[in-house]
């Protein structure tokens, strides 16, 4: 499939393998639109909006900007290139650098990182009647290694579990299947 488009999923609530970074325009503008030939990334105001190129094993897979005093992503970004049979992992990660700058910039487990206060964790979920959704679904990943670094806490939102079982994962599947991109 050669169609390819950036597709970034905002999240209403807030002004959303990682490297937190100063600028996405340098880091990794390869998931952003180019408008007239200008990288465009829509940003938060405020120190508590973190940019993060979300890496897994060295290599980077989307981007997410961070709201980490609410602890969501604002959104995430990344580039469609169809569906690729990738194998769904259910391991979530987070990112160790909104913890501590001198840590990987690799996404990694909870307890491999500590005291984690800047970002959603696990127990967050537990009992709460949420799913953690994607922003950037596992769906639309185009290597396994992306569909891995899907499951990093920075990419998940809180979501009713029927509608992230059901319409949410429908759409995104069917958006495969018709080969058509979101807006």
Known sequence: MKLLS?????LPLSLCLAEVVNN????????????????????????????????????????????????IPVYSAYRFTGLKDCNRTDKWLIEPQLE?????????????????THQAVNADY????????????????NSQNC??????????APQNFSFNRGQWKSANSQS????????
């Open 24 to 71: 996405f325009i340098v880091s990794c503008p390869q998931f952003f639109a180019t408008p007239n030939g200008v990288v465009s990334p829509p940003t938060g105001f405020g120190p508590q909006y973190k940019q993060i190129c979300q890496t897994l094993n060295n290599q980077a897979e989307f981007a997410t900007l961070y709201d980490t005093t609410y602890k």
């Open 147 to 156: 569909s891995d670094a899907t499951f990093t806490l920075t990419n998940a």
């Open 100 to 116: 501590n700058v001198n840590l990987g910039r690799n996404m990694d487990t909870e307890s491999a990182v500590g005291n984690i």
């Open 176 to 183: 495969l299947l018709d080969g058509v991109l979101l807006p």
């Open 6 to 10: 950036v597709v970034l999923l905002l």
């Open 126 to 141: 537990v009992g709460s009647h949420f799913d953690r959704g994607h922003l950037a679904p596992v769906l639309h990943a």
